[in-house]
């Protein structure tokens, strides 16, 4: 029994990595290091709504900017009008630059920040159920499903450019001052935001945890491997595509409230469709059939691009290239793979077996 | 004074009319510069730009020119008998990175001052931290204004100063009807609503306005409208790559540069090198600062930095210029804090709040003297306009005789005037930061 | 704005003749590798820079006229989309997801090894005078070197046509196409099929680029630019010869006559719209095979 596949076992590793990431704080003082490390949670985030969407669904996701951009626009929106006053300064600075005369109608939910996150989650996650149906019920799959939400993205990102006086362009929305929750103003560099955004991350990845190992999870699962089975067994592909892609939507609005939280700044460029790539990078070298091993990924590349690229410019760009093909060449499973094969050595004693069943069935998914 | 973030944030807080925070939320007490000058140790100073990516083709010669101003500093003594030691990070044209390394400028490396930034979206995805820590932002390039905060110089010209005489030069001599083409972002559309007073001004007819999406290459549909329109030239804001593009396709789709040319705010030496110099020949454009400008500044400062280690890229450009002159205006304005104050005592804000009038003369500014507004802290420049000659390099034809005031919000008046406390509304009140 | 009168459309109908041969031309190699191969190459937009890069050098290092740089970057550009089949692409064929994000790492590669060779700053190609001017038949308005450009585009198409529907190397691959396993048994060998029809996708990648260098700058990112457009023409097409030609006809006389009447990023944005909306009602593109599967 390869103790990589004991459930046990996993959510041991799982514990281990909740309580490393949450005692950061007791650690670090550092206040750029805290902030560093949250945004990094942010991505962790990210990579896990990638892993969901893609490892489980087989849904291959290039436009996973469209619920982390919107959700940003939305709670930069609501952190704006926190530092609006409704008598003698009702609208934001750059919208009398654009010749606004009143507060637009889009505008006005978000006076109250309850409904203004509200929204930031609710519309991202209502915009993948409906383009997520539209596509999946027209069997849309595979690099089809792929370039479609490419093509999706870069409409969004178009037209938010495009919109000048609401969204403010190519320079997006910068509130002035942190979020506000309560009266109460949540430091960005601070422990607090940071072990926000540390429980949101663990209380999501245990929830799609829990849901990878349910019946609604097991049949995902089977749509990956071969959806015209699963829709001969008269189950409805459709429905099951849609709620994945939705929850990984979902997933991916969070991180995109708590990243504005973190560096109170929202611009097209967090829909451009190189971002959107990076989190499929992620989870590709992480390994994108393992939660923990994308969320791995995520940190690995960032920090590598956070404390190597400075120092070797262009070839760290070169070198992240390279390691990627070699991973997707060698390692399709990613570096979760390769603990895999090691565990599995280690336990039969002998070298690891060629690809079962099921992960060739993986491999061939979207075909 | 010491300005603490955490005193900050509570300030503005409460100014916004929010209830005081309880401390729980703000437990960890960082100072907003946590470091002190000494004399004879380096002051260190962050250079933000990107040498990697699609920005790094302006901003790389934005690092090597600050770089050089340094050496140039360093060699004549430093400041106040310190060596300035230059923090340089790659901000890799990604926005978010630009935010995260203005973090680590400020509160890893703490820096006493950052040079960076070549777009608009990424000043504007630095300045919440930047302000957040009371700290100080050298922007060195063009920019649109409508932006007050107490925690920036620029040395480039604001959109009011760009286009003042070159609308009026080009309706003298070209005609009357003018077509708008820019890009699709901030800038252009700001630039062009104060060139727009300067038309009316000069009795000229705009006849469209056309903005291009960033990064696109394909202008026969704009050609086309501008064929059909027929006017007397063309007024561009088209940046990057467009831009090479459009000057390619202007004449290739036969556009005569004699009957109708471009007077641009961006195509310097290094576009119309790009482009190849029979698509730059005969266009205009209005900048502070040409290579070609003649004054022994000028030719001192070209011929030193092409023969030093940083003047690879064999050019001098408007942008470099600007950042060059930033140096300066932070080395003046470091001296002017310490004198005040001894060395030990000055931070970001101090010399920011000492840079008011600082003035960079004509034996170090290659451009000519300008200065820095006492209240909005942009620069007091002279604008100058160039064409483009068969050779690559600009001619210049026509000089301001005097320095042209910047001025942030000159196209709206009701929003109120820039001063160096904050934005002042007609009605008298001051609001600070305004981004 | 708004309005279009009838010499305008005219205009704007040859205008987007011409966008629409610049699209097909960027889409060409894609088709044939995505249609033959079933790789999704993600590092299309890569060979294009590739194209123009090696015209640059060809040029300016080796003073070759600009019309044989377009010949010669075919071959370049071609010899390097053989080196990357045989290294990377044909361990990946079962794969196709895999193929896509392996493709994302050669385009990263390949930009940053280019950036590293000639430096960030742009370059330029030079061109005889007489595709700098403009042609001028009544009120209608066309540049040479679109024209130019357009019997490039007609050109491939026609070559392309006739080498799949009229040799013996075209016929293996249509065999191989329809059914690999059943082509190999008569004796076809598939994997040399597909390392030739990469390596022709990537050399018509390279004419394209040489041409594109002109019309635009040759810079290490020029190709992303071209790579999403591409990729739409190829879908909506079906992956065919036949339904790129329709699609990217289709969808440049649509963006030139939408940017024609609003402006050049509302007619972007329609564009996308559109394309989603269609695959909505057709997801297999206008003119797809019969699904085989695999």
Known sequence: MNLYHNKLA????????????????????????????????????????????????????????????????????????????????PIPPFMLNNSLEQLPALWEPFWSTGLGITLALVVPTL??????????????????????????????????????????????????????????????????????VCGLLIALTVGAKLLTQSKFGLLVQAVRGDAERVRFLGYNVAAYETAIYALSGFIAAVAGCCWVILVQYVSPAQLDVSFSVTMVIWAGIGGRLSLLGSMLGAFIIQGGQSYLGDALLSTWLLGLGAFFIIVVRFLPKGL???????????????????????????????? | MKVSRRGFIKSTVVAAGAVAAPHVWLPVSSEAWGATLKKGEPIKVGLLFSLTGSLAVPEEDSTLVMQYAIDEINKAGGIAGSPIQPVIVDAKSDFAVYSEKAKELILRDKVIAIFGCYTSASRKAILPTVMANNHLLYYPTCYEGAECTQNTICTGPLANQHSKDLIPFMVQNFGKKVFFVGSN????????????????????????????????????????????????????????????????????????????????????????????????????????????????????????????????????????????????????????????????????????????????????????????????????????????????????????????????????????????????????KIRKNVI | ???????????????????????????????????????????????????????????????????????????????????????????????????????????????????????????????????????????????????VVMAVTALVVAGTWFLFYRT?????????????????????????????????????AGVAGSLFGVLNIVLPTMGTAYVVQAFLVVVTGGGTLLGSVFAGGLTGELQSIFAAVTNDTFARFLLFLLIVVFLWFRPQGLFAPRSVRR
């Open chain 3, 1 to 147: 704005m708004g309005s279009l009168d009838l010499n305008s459309l005219i205009n704007a109908l040859v205008l987007g003749l011409s966008i629409a041969s610049i699209w097909l031309l960027a889409a060409i190699g894609l088709t044939i590798i995505y249609g033959v191969v079933g790789v999704i190459n993600m590092a299309h937009g890569e060979f294009i820079m590739l194209g123009a890069y090696s015209s640059y050098l060809l040029q300016s290092y080796f003073g070759l006229p600009f019309l044989l740089c377009i010949p010669a970057s075919f071959v370049v550009v071609a010899a390097i989309g053989l080196v990357i089949e045989r290294g990377l692409i044909r361990y990946l064929y079962n794969r196709p997801l895999d193929t896509l994000l392996a493709t994302w790492g050669v385009s990263i590669v390949l930009m940053q090894a280019v950036r590293l060779i000639f430096g960030s700053d742009p370059k330029y190609l030079a061109v005889p005078a007489l595709f700098s001017s403009n042609l001028q038949i009544g009120f209608i308005n066309l540049s040479v070197f679109r024209i």
């Open chain 2, 185 to 428: 972002y901030v800038w252009p559309k700001e630039s062009n609503k104060n060139a727009k007073v300067w038309l009316q001004q000069a009795g000229g007819e705009l006849l469209g306005e056309e903005y291009i999406p960033l990064g696109s290459s394909e202008f026969g549909p704009v050609l086309n409208k501008i064929r059909e329109a027929k006017p007397s030239f063309i007024f561009s804001t088209v940046v990057g790559a467009s831009d090479i593009a459009f000057h390619k396709q202007f004449k290739q789709e036969g556009f005569k540069v004699d009957s109708m040319p471009i007077a641009s705010l961006t195509t310097g030496e290094i576009e119309t090198r790009a482009m190849g110099n029979e698509f730059g020949a005969g266009h205009f454009l209005s900048a502070p600062y040409f290579q070609a400008l003649d004054n022994p500044t000028n030719k001192k400062f070209v011929e030193n930095f092409l023969a030093s280690k940083y003047g690879k890229n064999g050019v001098t450009h408007y942008n470099m210029e600007e950042t060059y002159t930033s140096a300066y205006v932070f080395k003046y304005g470091l001296e002017a804090a310490a004198a005040k104050l001894g060395i030990e005592n000055v931070t970001p804000r101090a010399i920011r709040d000492n840079s008011g009038g600082i003035k960079v003369g004509a034996d170090v500014s290659p451009e000519g003297p300008i200065w820095i507004d006492e209240q909005n802290f942009n620069c007091w420049l002279v604008p100058k306009i160039g064409q483009c000659q068969a050779d690559g390099s600009f001619k210049i034809v026509k000089q301001a005789a005097e320095h042209v005031a910047p001025d942030p919000y000159s196209i709206y008046p009701n929003l109120g005037t820039c001063t160096k406390d904050g934005l002042k509304a007609p009605d008298g």
């Open chain 1, 10 to 89: 996993q959510w041991a590793a799982y514990g281990v990595f909740f309580a490393i990431i949450a005692a950061v704080p007791l650690f670090v003082s550092d206040s750029f290091l805290l902030n560093q490390l949250g945004t990094y949670g942010v991505y962790g985030l990210l990579a896990l709504s990638i892993s969901l969407c893609w490892g489980f669904g087989g849904i291959l996701n290039l436009g996973q900017g469209i619920a982390f951009g919107l959700a940003a626009y939305g709670m930069a929106m609501t952190m704006q009008m926190q530092t609006q006053d409704p008598e003698s300064n």
């Open chain 3, 168 to 204: 013996r190397f075209g016929m293996q691959v249509r065999a191989v196409t329809q059914n690999k396993e059943m082509a190999a048994s008569f004796g076809i060998n598939a994997s040399r099929v597909y390392m030739l029809t990469f390596a022709l996708g990537a050399g018509l």
């Open chain 1, 336 to 367: 979760a793979g390769l603990l895999e094969m090691g565990l599995g050595a280690l336990s039969s004693g002998r070298r690891p077996k060629q690809l079962e069943p099921a992960d060739r069935a993986n491999a061939m998914a979207g075909e």
């Open chain 1, 127 to 196: 915009f993948y159920v409906i383009f997520g149906n539209l596509m999946f019920r027209a069997r849309v799959s595979g690099p089809f499903f792929a370039i479609m939400s490419l093509a999706m993205l870069s409409a969004l990102f178009t037209i938010i450019l495009d919109m000048q006086p609401y969204t403010n362009g190519a320079n997006g929305i910068t509130p002035p001052q942190p979020l506000t929750i309560l009266g109460t103003p949540l430091d960005p560099y601070g422990p607090a935001t940071y072990w926000l």
